[in-house]
């Protein structure tokens, strides 16, 4: 079996490379048999990885611990789950997951758009195949997940026991997929400046793969924080960790992105700074994989120091060298056909929006590569921490805030000073309106206070506009259930956007109440004494020391849990039990809190830190965190709103079609 899978691999790295040949050689020639042939060659690609994925989950599966790899992240001991997922839990299986990811995107695009977009297609294929080509040659050269050991193991060492959490199993294929998905929006992009077709129809064609990308690495970044909360035992779900901001830094430049397309489509401005976005989201999800797979920098999750580092940087500077010279020979097709007519406008509202995003990945990839950069100029390695990038992104996120409240309301092109304050009168009295209330409930650190009041105006306008078109649909019979249905039904790129909004309206209340009024303490304590813990906002809880319970399980793991007793406000509500695992195969501690959750109000957060003899005494550490589940609760909503707008309309079908012919008239051959 390892060497069918071996032999998969092999076979599709040659496809790979036949499609990328022949594919430009077909529409040099202008041989449309050549062009069919890349086009099959692409399927076969995605078809023999999809056995060679097989054969490593058989292998997994069954425990044939010869292959080192199975040998490395699985034991007789995992469960089934664990097992199969596995696959992700190390360098050679993930880098094998992400090609063949990587290569059914570009044949699922390449099947959509086959008779649609013809003339674009063979460098579709030609820059697909590129990356799929280097991908499938890291695996089988220097990360190869089917070598095997001059030993027949009778157990493996087991999967990391930070990946054996159900949010980080599912987290790394949610990003894979985000990222991987973003080479289909790139290779139109480079299709359209060979072609010089530097239109909009390049942008149409891959809206939805573009917006399904994002939401996918907008999962991803959600379950990290997840995992983070729930395993990590860091008191919070975001630490700026390097690889938590190796995928952030995409999704700072990805978003823009997919809000400056819309002023290509509507005025066909900003045709360079799209272009330019789309290379750059690519370059930095390439460089990103790179930091995290290279061992550079270090991280409760990256991988180690391997020999792909190197292979990287050369990619990354193919890539980028390519897609810049593309850029600038095609500068002067690339202009704009409308300028900016005002600056009250939703046009220069959108261009602000694009410099703030672009401002915040600035700073986030700053600090993330000061390490690097102060270690290449001088002795020693420099890390920023955490204070750094809030202190230096917390302005630019609440500007992000307001202009979500500002930049629907205003229409395209100008607007005047009257109209403007009319539409934002009601949003500027709810904000006052809650401000003027925190202040009076004693809320009174300035940043919250503030950050409340743009959230509350956000939140209002996009009331506001839900409001507006479900009263006109009222008023013609239908009742208010049908008539926001039918709204959402027949505008879902505008209304699922405008509950991305909501859901990152409810994100940053609850960023904003865990960040300004989190409460921490740390105690030592006998059983039966008791700590406190006390929040200005929600009371005060007292914890009262049960004692400890050790045990095993049967997958080698020692288990230590301390019983609480838990009071709120001098009323017992309950028991937590934080538990201290400890894996004896990879011979590794792990801290798992324990949390009672308030809903909508706050979490207690308690970590079990270390204990003395047979649990005489015990160190916690304990947090309040207000407000933090607005932030799972803004997921859900921020994930159903970008389903909403990804979900085809009658519109796009009906400029499919158009599209169709006009693409047919000037096929190739």
């Not at 990354?316 to 704009?336: E, K, N, P």
């Not at 410099?355 to 102060?374: K, R």
Request: glycine share 8%; with cysteine; proline share 5%.
């Amino acid at each position: 079996m390892p060497n069918i899978g071996y032999v998969t691999l092999a076979l599709a790295f040659m496809l790979s490379i036949y499609a990328f040949v022949v594919s430009l050689v077909g529409v040099w020639q202008r041989r449309p048999e050549l062009l069919l042939s890349s086009r099959n060659a692409t399927f076969g690609v995605a078809g023999f990885l999809t056995l060679s994925i097989a054969v490593i989950e058989y292998l997994l599966i069954t425990g044939h611990y010869q292959t080192k790899y199975v040998h490395d992240v699985s034991n007789l001991a995992a469960p089934l789950f664990y097992r199969m997922t596995a696959l992700w839990g190390g360098q050679d299986g993930s880098l094998l997951f992400w090609a063949w990811l990587m290569a059914l995107a570009a044949a699922a695009a390449i099947h959509a758009k086959w008779e649609t977009m013809r003339p674009l297609i063979p460098y579709v294929i030609a820059v697909s195949q590129f990356t799929v080509t280097f991908f499938i040659g890291l695996v089988i050269f220097i990360a190869n997940p089917f070598e095997q050991l001059p030993f027949f193991p009778l157990d493996g060492q087991g999967l990391n026991p930070l990946l054996r959490h159900f949010g980080m199993i599912i987290h790394p294929p949610m990003l894979y997929i985000g990222f991987v998905a973003f080479v289909v929006p790139f290779a139109f992009g480079m299709a359209a400046l060979i072609t010089r077709q530097t239109g909009d129809t390049w942008i149409r064609t891959t809206r939805r793969w573009t917006l399904i990308a994002w939401m996918f690495l907008s999962i991803g970044l959600l379950l990290g924080g997840w995992w983070a909360y729930d395993v990590l035992g860091w008191g919070g779900y975001w630490g700026w960790d390097p690889v938590e901001n190796a995928s952030l830094i995409p999704w700072l430049v990805a978003t823009p992105f997919l809000h400056s397309v819309m002023m290509q489509e509507n005025r066909g401005m900003l045709k360079r700074w799209n272009m330019a976005l789309i290379i750059m989201t690519f370059c930095l999800v390439i460089e990103g994989t790179f930091l995290t797979r290279s061992g550079m920098l270090s991280s409760v999750h990256s991988f180690a120091e391997s020999a792909i580092g190197p292979l990287f940087l050369i990619f990354i500077t193919i890539v980028f060298a390519g897609a810049f010279y593309l850029f600038v020979t095609r500068w002067d097709d690339l202009s704009s056909d409308n300028e900016l007519d005002s600056l009250i406008s939703r046009e220069s509202f959108f261009l602000l929006n694009n410099l703030l995003f672009i401002g915040l990945a600035v700073i986030v990839w700053w600090g993330t590569h000061y390490p690097l950069i102060t270690e290449a100029i001088g002795d020693e390695k420099i890390v920023v921490g955490p204070p750094f990038f809030e202190q230096t992104t917390a302005p630019l996120w609440a500007a992000l805030v307001l202009l979500m409240g500002v930049a629907p309301l205003l229409p395209w092109r100008r607007t005047s000073l009257k109209r403007a304050r009319q539409a934002f009168t009601w949003p500027t009295i709810v904000a006052l309106i809650t401000m003027g209330a925190l202040v009076a409930l004693r809320i009174t650190i300035w940043g919250a206070v503030l950050g409340f009041g743009l959230c509350a105006f956000t939140l209002t306008t996009i009331v506001v506009e839900y409001w507006r078109g479900v009263r006109v649909r009222h008023h013609r019979g239908e009742s208010y259930p049908v008539a926001l249905k039918n709204l959402i039904a027949r505008n879902r790129r505008r209304y699922g956007g405008y509950m991305i909004h909501l859901g990152v309206i409810l994100i940053a209340i609850g960023v904003i109440g865990s960040q300004f009024y989190q409460t921490e303490t740390q105690q030592n304590i006998a059983v039966g004494e008791s700590m406190e813990i006390h929040s200005d906002m929600f009371g005060t809880y007292t914890m009262t020391y049960q004692g400890l319970q050790e045990g095993d399980s049967p997958d080698d793991r020692l288990i230590t849990e301390a019983y609480l007793t838990v009071s709120y406000n001098g009323e017992t509500i309950g028991e937590l039990v934080p538990v201290r695992e400890y894996f004896v195969v990879q011979q590794q501690p792990m801290t798992i809190p324990d949390k009672m959750v308030i809903p909508l109000l706050s979490d207690l957060y308690v970590i079990l830190g270390g204990w003395e003899g047979s649990g005489e005494t015990a160190t916690f550490k304990a947090y309040i965190n207000p407000l933090v589940n607005w932030l799972w609760v803004g997921g859900f909503v921020f994930i159903a709103g970008t389903m909403v707008a990804a979900w085809p309309t009658p519109e796009p079908k009906r400029r499919t079609s158009k599209a169709k012919v006009s693409a047919g008239s000037v096929a190739v051959g």
